[in-house]
């Protein structure tokens, strides 16, 4: 005579701190995702915009068929939203602003992917279109994944 035993796994229910546990863990590695991600676009557009606005105006005109002042008020406009996506959350000073950067940048980026297309270097256009989902990304996690609390208001 065999005698077979199963054992039925019994879910409870997860209690209110467990679920602001399992909450907490979540909400910590997507701010981990987030600011890794936000790090890597700040310095792909810091070294982007930073050579717009530092290359010799010669140089520059050579690379791109875009007019040189354009090309460094959008440098200027890069360097600007890599201070917007990184300095409001870490400071937590308005971190509101750190998805307006985030969200200013895509349209960027937007536009460097077509003139890319446009150029005929479809396989180049990898690296901008790569940075727009980044870019999407940190827009999205900023606004509902891992939003930064502000300071609190000092007295």
Known sequence: MAITLTAKAQTAPLTAVQSLQTRFRANRRASGA???VQVLVALVFLMAGGSKVLMPADM???VSPVPVLFLRLLGSAELAGVAGL????ALRIRPVLTPIAAACLSVVVVGATVVTVAGGDVAGAALPFITLLFTVFVTYGRLRLAPVASR????
């Open 86 to 89: 990184i300095l409001p959350a």
């Open 34 to 36: 987030l600011w890794t």
């Open 60 to 62: 520059l005109a050579a």
């Open 152 to 155: 609190p208001a000092s007295k």
